[in-house]
Nanobody, 129 residues
Framework: EVQLVESGGGSVQPGGSLRLSCVAS????????IGWFRQDPGKEREGISH????????FYSDAVKGRFTTSSDNTKKTVYLQMNNLKDQDTGVYYC??????????????????????WGQGTLVTVSS
């Protein structure tokens, strides 16, 4: 059974940090791009970042570049999202998504439409003073 399980969400004040984790199982981890999307109620889903596991190449949206870092631990089949200098607009449900073929712009565009292979259930991040 394919599973992506996110954790690490919570409430934090602006300027704070959180680290999200996505544990993968049931598929060949090293063959995939895995990353993060977020969605706030009433807004469209947006791509945040992803990593091509076998190369370590990472991609970021302009909204988070310089503040967020995506990494992977292949022995643990886990992808991380380190979020620093959080802002109110970073609030939302963060979803982990995996796809064998998509990366770069195509990954972000497909994921915004829900078109990637595997999805987690999401973890809520609230940034508020």
């Amino acid at each position: 059974e394919v599973q992506l399980v996110e954790s690490g969400g919570g409430s934090v004040q602006p300027g704070g940090s959180l680290r999200l984790s996505c544990v993968a199982s049931g598929f060949s981890f090293e063959d995939y791009s895995i990353g993060w999307f977020r969605q706030d109620p009433g807004k469209e889903r947006e791509g945040i970042s992803h990593i091509i596991i076998n190369s370590g190449r990472t991609f970021y949206s302009d909204a988070v570049k310089g503040r967020f870092t995506t990494s992977s631990d292949n022995t643990k089949k886990t992808v991380y999202l380190q979020m620093n200098n959080l802002k109110d607009q970073d609030t939302g449900v963060y979803y982990c998504a995996a796809d064998r073929a998509a990366y770069g712009t195509f990954y972000f565009e497909s994921g915004a439409q829900g078109g990637l292979e595997h999805w987690g259930q999401g973890t809520l991040v609230t940034v508020s003073s």
